[in-house]
T-cell receptor, first 115, second 114 residues
Framework: EAGVVQSPRYKIIEKKQPVAFWCNPI?????LYWYRQNLGQGPELLIR????????DSQLPKDRFSAERLKGVDSTLKIQPAELGDSAVYLC?????????????FGPGTRLLVL | AQSVTQPDIHITVSEGASLELRCNYS??????LFWYVQSPGQGLQLLLK??????LVQGIKGFEAEFKRSQSSFNLRKPSVHWSDAAEYFC????????????FGIGTKLQVIP
């Protein structure tokens, strides 16, 4: 079974430029997460989708970040414009409920460097 | 709100030695607890999880963890460390039931020396 796929793996941009990350979850997983992992920290939730609906975006900086999950499968996370402080690894995870319990499976992440 | 403390940012052990990584959590109800491992440039891989039942949980790669409610701890152990275990380890706590709001610790970086 294929895991969570993310692209690109690495991205270097100048500040004020836009950037987008793509995620393809595990087949059949209805729930999708975007996390940001700063250097030396654990992942922090940005947004959670159930199918195509964003059910928790309370920690998404909505002035510059946006996300979409059209058709409830693939998802895109966008930053416009990027700032120096956005340099981080952006992780996508997907999950499904089995027996009332959930486990999240993570992709390899996109490492963003803003110059 | 829940929180996780991993008091050791960096640990060095010799290959073949035993390992224990500490994790303390704060959560008002029965927690869901996880340990993930992250190798350089990779995403997080689930090692093991605790939801209920036996407090000693077996995971992949020879790891185990013990849930101790009285100490609010979920320490990760391995009896004999291999060089390939060098990575960063994250403890996480989730809210009970159904889909979760998972909070991660800051991680413990494990170095294995020959």
């Amino acid at each position: 079974e294929a895991g969570v796929v993310q692209s690109p793996r690495y991205k270097i941009i100048e500040k004020k430029q836009p950037v987008a990350f793509w995620c393809n979850p595990i087949s059949g997983h209805n729930t999708l997460y975007w996390y940001r992992q700063n250097l030396g920290q654990g992942p922090e939730l940005l947004i959670r989708y159930e199918n195509e609906e964003a059910v928790d975006d309370s920690q998404l900086p909505k002035d510059r970040f946006s996300a979409e999950r059209l058709k409830g499968v693939d998802s895109t996370l966008k930053i416009q414009p990027a700032e120096l402080g956005d340099s981080a690894v952006y992780l996508c995870a997907s999950s499904t409920l089995a027996g009332g319990m959930e486990t999240q499976y993570f992709g390899p992440g996109t490492r963003l460097l803003v110059l | 709100a829940q929180s996780v403390t991993q008091p050791d940012i960096h640990i060095t052990v010799s290959e073949g030695a035993s390992l224990e990584l500490r994790c303390n959590y704060s959560y008002g109800a029965t927690p869901y607890l996880f340990w993930y491992v992250q190798s350089p440039g990779q995403g997080l891989q689930l090692l093991l999880k605790y939801f209920s039942g036996d407090t000693l949980v077996q995971g992949i790669k020879g790891f185990e963890a013990e849930f101790k409610r009285s100490q609010s701890s979920f320490n990760l152990r391995k009896p004999s460390v291999h060089w390939s275990d060098a990575a960063e380890y994250f403890c996480a706590v989730g809210t009970s039931g159904g889909y979760q709001k998972v909070t991660f610790g800051i991680g413990t970086k494990l170095q294995v020396i020959p």
